[in-house]
């Protein structure tokens, strides 16, 4: 079927399994273990009611919004997300001209299929990237790839990602024999190619700490920082008491791709909401993982969240239709949020808040 006629986030990973390769699939579907946590990320979502109120207007609705001071259409953002060109040959760039048509954040995976240069290359005026960083035990291999994206001006700010100082044990992956390398574009030989079948993650820095390596990164960029990977309240109270260079957390698991069993964004942020609820003043607060729905990403901002970001789905409109299919993942998104927030009577994102949601039974997980 046209990419068009798919109504939903179901539809289309149905779509995209039928047309990708085994490998492609195994790559996107995979997570750790047992994948309960992938799986508790999406229902996670469905365990919180919303709670709507009736009589009044909402003619006008915008789900317009600011993330680290960029402006942009809508809160969804493509999360990083590794080796697009595996499921199409558009790649990172493709997913790129999607977001400029949506005036949407894309964040480029520090494993993208494609160089960062390619892939900002046609960016529309006003279009905002970040890029997201593995710290390689080879640090100088590091600060080449920092210094490169320091001179894009597109690239609005820097993602560290903290969730995995090794990788999960990913048995999809492990059982086709052919692990993805997660070796960046951006220094293999090849340039642009994906790079399969080495060894996963080997290079990658496990030893960061708080101190050493946010030192190590202001020495060598002056972009906002963001960290990716905050699981705890207590990890998301010290990175806000860094927040002359952190600027926001993305509240993630690694879409269940890392620690099983770890758990999803919304139970985070009840847990900031409780133990250290000024955080949301000091730092800016994004989540990701198992966000299907517009009204997933309603209750992400009810709880706090401004930024919410999608991993698989933009991969899967992708291996499903080119820019076309990751046109139509952002369009359905979008809508339904939409949607959502006139059934709730609301206009505008910043109007959501616990008011409208009930996480008794979140609560009770
Ligand atoms: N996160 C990163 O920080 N860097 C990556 O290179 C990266 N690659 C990923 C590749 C795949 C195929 C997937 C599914 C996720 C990847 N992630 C990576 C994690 C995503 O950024 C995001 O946290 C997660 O996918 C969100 O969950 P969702 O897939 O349920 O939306």
Redesign the pocket.
Known sequence: PPVQSLLNMDEIEELATKKASKKAWA??YSAADDKIT?RF?TEAFRSILLRPRVFIDCTECSLETTLLGNQVSMPIYV?????ARLGHPSGEAGIAEACGGFGALQII???ASMTPEQIVANAVPGQTFGW?L?VQDDRTKSEKMIARVNKLSAIKFL?L?LDTPVMGKREDDQRGGNVIN?LTAMESPEGSEPVPEKQVFAGFDPSLTWTETLAWLAKHTSLPVVL?GIQTHEDAYIAALHNSQVKGIVL?N??G?SLDTAPPAVHTLLEMRKYCPEVFDKVEVWI????RRGTDVVKALCLGARGV?????P?WGLAAGGVDGVKRTLQILADETKTCMRLLGVQRLDQLGMQHINTRLLEQQ
């Open positions: 790559y996107y992938k990320n999360a990083p997300a590794a080796q995976s520090n494993s997201q593995y993602v990602t997660e990716k993630s690694h879409g791709r990701d993982g198992g966000v970001g999608l991993g698989r789905p991969l």
